[in-house]
């Protein structure tokens, strides 16, 4: 089994695909890391790999667009697990904080410390990597540079943790999912899905949601994304929790369709949330 995630080594992408391996009993695994979300979603889509994991939503900075993008665009690709993954963010580097003048990280990282970086390296300049371990590999052997990661990252990299935790948020996490190739099941306890509706009228997102509120479905998340064809026209990505069986989430599908230029379906799933032990690393 060849699974593919966000990659170099020590980033959480790789807490999570082992996370989410030992969840799913895969055995043996060779973890392959990638440089980007869609390289990830690439090499299972083309074959090179089993299975991927790929962050989806961040409890601070939302939905991972490069995901749900990719989600939309691959429709032989499946939901298997989810796993959501307590984020600590480290300040690691080769020198004090004091002589830190750049700081580098992914994005989203860089973001969801933002306050903690403006009131302790007020001065340093910000810079945005492919992940928060490539930040570490390229602050090695610099006294000047730090980079936002994971306290593994540092080991693996072989730098200092000059400051932990430093996420502005203590409940900051992150989901990912496990994806494989073949069909999307309906029956799962969370289940997640997209749509664009055939019209842009006054109701027709209220009508197309009441499909789900009439079978008693509770939706845990609903986000935007522009479908990329015109200005003002969205895909609405949801999750349902499906608490009484598939047959309600059936009911609903047939009544949404008919509303709907395009409905993706992308797997019913368990989800598992993990907790953090007394070293900072994830625990299931």
């Given at each position: 089994m060849h699974l593919a995630f966000?990659?170099?080594?020590g980033t959480y992408g790789e807490q999570a695909a082992r996370q989410l391996a030992t969840l799913e009993g895969?055995?043996?695994?060779?973890?392959?890391?990638?440089?980007?979300?869609?390289?990830?979603i690439?090499?299972?889509?083309?074959?090179?790999?089993?299975?991927?994991?790929?962050?989806?939503?961040?409890?601070v900075?939302?939905?991972?667009?490069?995901?749900?993008?990719?989600?939309?665009?691959?429709?032989?690709?499946?939901?298997?697990?989810?796993?959501?993954?307590?984020?600590?963010?480290?300040?690691v580097g080769g020198g004090p904080i004091e002589a830190v003048s750049e700081v580098l990280s992914h994005p989203q990282a860089l973001a969801q410390c933002s306050l903690w970086l403006a009131e302790h390296?007020?001065?340093?300049?910000?810079?945005?990597?492919?992940?928060?371990?490539?930040?570490?590999?390229?602050?090695r052997g610099s006294r000047f540079r730090a980079a936002v990661a994971s306290r593994e990252?540092?080991?693996?990299?072989?730098?200092?943790?000059?400051?932990?935790?430093?996420?502005?948020?203590?409940?900051?996490?992150?989901?990912?999912?496990?994806?494989?190739?073949?069909?999307?099941?309906s029956d799962g306890p969370l289940v997640s899905l997209a749509f664009s509706l055939q019209a842009?009228?006054?109701?027709?997102l209220l009508e197309a949601l009441g499909c789900f509120a009439s079978q008693g479905l509770n939706m845990s998340r609903i986000e935007s994304r522009p479908s990329k064809r015109e200005l003002g026209e969205y895909l609405f990505f949801v999750d349902?929790?499906?608490?009484?069986?598939?047959?309600?989430?059936?009911?609903?599908?047939?009544?949404?369709?008919?509303l709907c230029e395009h409905l993706a379906l992308f797997g019913a799933y368990p989800l598992t949330n993990l907790a953090v032990d007394g070293a900072g690393s994830a625990i299931a």
């Open positions: 966000l990659g170099p080594v895969l055995d043996p695994v060779v973890f392959v890391p990638k440089m980007g979300i869609r390289s990830v690439q090499a299972l889509a083309q074959g090179d790999c089993e299975a991927a994991v790929v962050p989806v939503e961040n409890s900075e939302g939905g991972v667009t490069a995901c749900l993008d990719a989600l939309w665009e691959h429709p032989d690709l499946a939901v298997a697990r989810a796993v959501v993954l307590p984020i600590r963010h480290a300040l390296c007020a001065g340093a300049l910000q810079l945005p990597t492919s992940s928060t371990a490539e930040a570490a590999r390229m602050v990252a540092a080991v693996e990299h072989g730098l200092e943790v000059l400051a932990y935790p430093i996420n502005d948020v203590a409940g900051n996490c992150t989901r990912f999912l496990l994806l494989r190739r073949g069909p999307r099941s842009n009228r006054p109701g027709a349902l929790e499906l608490s009484a069986g598939s047959q309600p989430l059936e009911r609903a599908l047939t009544a949404l369709r008919p």
